[in-house]
């Protein structure tokens, strides 16, 4: 198990680093997987300026365990408190990746389809901000894809899709259903 803790636009003290890692180190007890040497934990605490001080300090956890990734973020006034706020909503994160590896049999998610109409192609596109580029391509079920965003905490994820076998993404949609979005091949 490795522990990463990264500051943005704050310095931190090693009194606050050994703190933070010494929280961190304590989730490993929450699940066998976790304290696998393969198991990567990245802390990254930041100051933004912002119109509300009660955000001023994000703390962003993401957990890289074997076939998963588990991320979560909180905001709050204070470098303590923001942790303590992150380590709350990390530990129901990993009790659901338990879960998820302890599943004795699949159970089936209800996924209500939608239809996606078609793009206005004379609007003008924004221009590229980030561009990520993932390497793991294991195909999944929908219903694996959908832990998995909710493991990340994401409200879209991207999969090869095992059913179909190409590339769809999940996503959440304000009704609290699943959408499928997948591209239509010309022998579709």
Known sequence: MEIKIKSKHINLSDGQKNTIHDKVGRLQHLADRLSDDSTEFRVEIRHEESRKADDAYICQLTIFAPHSVIRTEARNNSISTVVDECMDKIKSQ????????????????????????????????????????????????????????????????IFNNA??????????????????????????
Do not use: Q
């Open 94 to 157: 990993i009790e659901r990746y338990k879960a998820k590896i302890h599943r004795s049999s699949k159970k089936h998610t209800e996924i209500k389809m939608e239809e996606i109409p078609p793009a206005d192609e004379d609007a003008e596109l924004p221009k590229v901000f980030r561009r990520k580029r993932f390497t793991d391509s294991t195909p999944l079920t929908e219903e694996e894809a959908i832990d998995k965003m909710e493991l990340i905490g994401h409200g879209f994820f």
């Open 163 to 188: 059913d179909t076998g190409r590339f769809s993404v999940v996503y959440k949609r304000d009704d609290g259903y699943y959408g499928i979005i997948e591209p239509k091949m010309d022998n579709d």
